[in-house]
C-alpha cells in the first residue's frame, strides 16, 4: 500500500468513553503488531499514509464509522499503544492534538537523540508537512491536529487533520517518507474521492510556475487555481446505510461466519469455539490485517466488526470486543516462538472470504434485516454506547 492523500470528515461531539479507549488501545495495538510480525514496521507506515485504511482501522476499532474523532482517537490510542513498546516493536508517534501538536518537534528531537537519527532533518520534515497543508495548499482548512510516526529506522508518516468552521467538516492529511520525492511537488501519494470543487494548491505540479513567481518576488499576484482530483469525502449522516458499504464483501463476511464448511475448514477449527459473532468480527480484523488496498474502498463496511460508540450501525459489543482482544494477545505471544495455528487461522480466515466471495450475491433488502438483529440482540453481547448500556426488546427478561 502506497496510497495516500486526504480525507473529509463531518465533525461530531462528546469524547471517547473510557471503556472504549482502553479497547482500541489494546486492538489497535494487536492489530499493529500483527501487521510488523507479518510485513515488517515499513508497511504500517504505508497503511497509515492510506487514508481508507485508516477509516477502516477507525471503524474496526469501534469508532463512529466517518466521524473526524477517528483521526485523534485512533491516533491517541496508537500512540499509548505503541510508545511504551519502542524497543521491542520499534515505532514512536510523537505529536497529537492542539498542545500536543507543538511539542512534536522537542519529543523528535528527544527520540533522534535516543536513536542516533538525524533529528534536525526528522524536524523540519514535520514542519514542512503542517506548513503544506496549512498553506501552500489553501482549502479553508486549519491544522489543528499534528502526528509524526517514526520508525528506528528513520521512516515516517505524518497523519494531521483541519478544520472547517464554515462547512462543518474536518480534513485529514496522510504523508509517508517513503513515496516523497519533494515537498513542493505532487508531495501526497495520491487524492481520493469526490470533487469539491477548486482549491488554491501551490505543491501541485503544474504549479511550479507560480512557485518561481512567488520566490521572485513578481509583482504580478501568482495565482495557481486548479481541481480537485479527488477527495476522500464522508456523507453528513450517522447511521450505516446500504450504500455505503460493498455488500457483496460485507455479505460475504457474514455469511462465512455462518457457512457449515467453514467451521469444518482444517484451518479454521481452531476459531470454531469462539461462536458466530466474534468470528464475524475476525473476519473483517483479519481483512485489516491481510487484505489489500482495494479492500478498504467502503470503510464504513468495518463499523460491523464493533458497531459504533454513537449506536451506528449498532451499539459496541463488548464481550465480542474483548474476544477479539484475547484472540489476537494469544496469537502474538505463541508467534514470539513460532508461527501459531492461531496466527494461521486468523489468515486463512480472510483468505477463505476472498474465494467465498467472488460467487455470493448479496440481497439489499437483507442489510437492515441484520442491521436490525444486531441492534435487537446487543444487549447479549453486553452492547454499550455513549448513551448507555444496550437493553433488551421490550417484553423480553435480560438473562445475562
Known amino acids: 500500500m502506497i496510497r495516500g492523500g486526504y480525507t473529509d470528515l463531518p465533525l461530531h461531539g462528546g469524547t471517547v468513553p473510557k471503556w472504549l479507549a482502553e479497547r482500541m488501545r489494546d486492538l489497535g495495538g494487536a492489530i499493529v503488531e500483527t ?25 474496526v476499532l469501534g469508532m463512529d464509522w466517518h466521524s473526524s474523532g477517528i483521526t485523534t482517537s485512533v491516533m491517541g490510542a496508537l500512540k499509548a499503544s505503541l510508545n511504551s513498546r519502542l524497543s521491542s516493536l520499534g515505532i514512536y508517534i510523537c505529536g497529537g492534538r492542539g498542545r500536543h501538536s507543538k511539542q ?73 517518507s517513503k513515496s516523497i520525492k519533494s515537498f513542493f511537488k505532487n508531495p501526497h501519494n495520491a487524492i481520493c474521492g469526490l470533487p469539491k470543487g477548486q482549491i488554491l494548491n501551490l505543491v501541485d505540479q503544474r504549479a511550479v510556475p507560480a512557485q518561481e513567481a512567488i520566490t521572485q518576488l513578481s509583482k504580478e499576484k501568482p495565482i495557481h487555481i486548479i481541481n480537485e482530483l479527488r477527495s476522500f469525502s464522508m456523507p453528513a449522516h450517522h447511521d450505516v ?61 468495518f463499523s460491523f466488526a464493533h458497531g459504533g460508540k454513537d449506536g451506528h450501525p449498532f451499539p459496541v459489543p463488548l464481550k465480542v470486543y474483548d474476544e477479539t482482544i484475547a484472540f489476537l494477545d494469544k496469537t502474538i505471544e505463541k508467534s514470539k516462538i513460532q508461527i501459531s495455528d492461531k496466527r494461521k487461522a486468523l489468515k486463512a480466515l480472510h483468505e477463505k472470504a476472498l474465494v467465498q466471495e467472488k460467487n455470493f450475491i448479496p440481497k439489499k433488502e437483507n442489510f437492515d434485516k441484520y442491521v ?29
Not at 503542517?130 to 489543528?144: M, P
Not at 487484505?291 to 467502503?298: L, Y
Request: hydrophobic fraction near 35%; glycine fraction near 8%.
Open 241 to 301: 446505510r446500504g450504500y455505503n458499504v460493498d455488500l457483496k464483501k460485507l455479505g460475504t463476511a457474514l455469511a462465512l461466519t455462518q457457512d457449515q464448511d467453514t467451521r469444518n475448514f482444517e484451518d479454521l477449527i481452531l476459531l470454531k469455539g469462539l461462536g458466530p459473532r466474534t468470528m464475524q468480527s475476525l473476519a473483517l480484523v483479519s481483512e485489516v490485517i491481510y487484505g489489500t488496498a482495494s479492500r478498504f474502498e467502503d470503510p464504513a463496511r
Open 372 to 400: 436490525e438483529k444486531e441492534r435487537r440482540d446487543s444487549y447479549k453481547y453486553g452492547g454499550k454506547t455513549v448513551f448507555g448500556d444496550a437493553k433488551p426488546p421490550s417484553g423480553q427478561m435480560c438473562l445475562f
Open 104 to 176: 512534536t518537534p522537542q519529543e523528535i528531537e528527544k527520540l533522534s537523540s535516543r536513536l542516533s537519527l538525524p533529528g534536525e532533518e526528522l524536524i523540519k520534515s514535520s514542519k514542512l508537512c503542517a506548513k503544506v497543508d496549512n498553506t501552500a495548499v489553501q482549502d479553508g482548512y486549519q491544522i489543528y491536529l499534528h502526528s509524526f510516526v517514526l520508525t528506528i529506522d528513520g521512516e515516517w508518516a505524518v497523519i494531521q487533520q483541519g478544520m472547517n468552521e464554515n462547512n462543518g467538516y474536518a480534513r485529514r492529511y496522510h504523508w509517508h
Open 35 to 59: 501487521i510488523i510480525d507479518e510485513y515488517g514496521r515499513s508497511e504500517v507506515l504505508s497503511r497509515l499514509s492510506d487514508p481508507y485504511w485508516f477509516q477502516a482501522l477507525g471503524c
